[in-house]
């Protein structure tokens, strides 16, 4: 997802990852949308597509991925989404030394 700002579209691409290569399942680009609309467009997605195992957002607007890891009842909070940041740098620091 990349949510919309000033004058720019809000874009939603599903991919998927089939005989080594990526292919392109869903891709949509909307117009000035209303916030709920697009939170809603993304879980009828999700459930319409099946299995989904992960859904990546631009984080510049923290308040569409925090209203999307509400819907599918995830811990939105912004400590705990920077204490998880924290700990993955941590890891991949220690992986590549």
């Known amino acids: 997802m990349d949510p919309s700002f000033g004058s720019s579209s809000f874009g939603i691409i599903v ?3 089939y ?13 000035h949308p209303s916030f709920q609309d697009m939170i809603d467009k993304v879980w009828e997605l ?3 597509l ?3 195992s992960n859904i990546y957002v631009d984080a510049a607007n923290p ?4 209203a999307l890891k ?12 920077k204490d998880q940041f ?8 220690d992986f590549l030394a």
Not at 25 to 30: D, I
Not at 70 to 81: N, T
């Open 46 to 48: 999700k459930n319409k």
């Open 70 to 81: 509400q819907e599918l009842e995830e811990r939105y909070d912004e400590q705990y989404i």
């Open 86 to 93: 924290a700990f993955c740098y941590l890891y991949l620091e």
């Open 19 to 31: 005989d080594q290569k990526i292919h392109v399942v869903f891709a949509e680009e909307y117009e």
């Open 63 to 66: 308040k569409v991925w925090q």
């Open 15 to 17: 991919t998927q990852l």
């Open 50 to 52: 099946g299995f989904v």
